[in-house]
């Protein structure tokens, strides 16, 4: 990885997984990612875990940077103007990378925080927010139904999801 603009020769602490330590996870410095033009380089406040990367992380057999779910803040945003702009808190989804103090993501990927939401609550948005609303979309339209919730132990029973836009 190579530093980006504004962040020439600095180096960022980032969560990698390593097969071969005890404990299958290690703390390491390495260079500050350079965003492509469709990307935003984004400072990490905040992130959310989920079972499927935390299990993925801790079954890899190659070295990586894990971690899906961010909210931050827009150090430099995309040549390309596809991302919100520098200095707006955004939160988002990527395949790796989260458990970093920086990463790149492309606009599609990231949306910006409203006010009165905190980092730590938008950081849990995207994957267990996303699969409770998925769940509630697949079963069709609600008002009027009864209907049982189950999923005590996964984050996405947290959400309550007003019915009343699905009916």
């Known amino acids: 990885m190579e530093a980006s603009a504004g962040t020439e020769g600095q180096a960022m602490r980032a969560i990698f997984t390593d097969p071969v330590t005890t404990g299958r996870l290690v703390l390491r410095e390495t260079a500050i990612p350079t965003p492509a033009a469709d990307q935003a380089l984004v400072r990490v406040e905040a992130i959310s875990l989920n079972q499927g990367e935390t299990r993925t992380a801790l079954d890899a057999a190659e070295s990586y940077i894990p971690g899906w779910d961010f909210a931050g803040v827009i150090e430099k945003a995309a040549d390309d103007g596809s991302t919100p702009k520098e200095g707006d808190r955004v939160f988002g989804v990527v395949a790796r990378g989260s458990w970093a103090q920086y990463l790149t993501a492309p606009g599609r990927l990231m949306a910006q925080i409203p006010d009165g939401v905190s980092n730590a609550e938008a950081a849990s948005l995207p994957i267990a927010g996303g699969t409770a609303l998925a769940a509630i979309e697949i079963s069709g339209p609600l ?23 699905f009916g």
Not at 153 to 159: D, H, Q, W
């Open 143 to 165: 008002a009027g139904r009864r209907v049982l919730i189950t999923g005590a132990a996964g984050g996405s029973r947290s959400f309550r999801l007003p019915i009343r836009s």
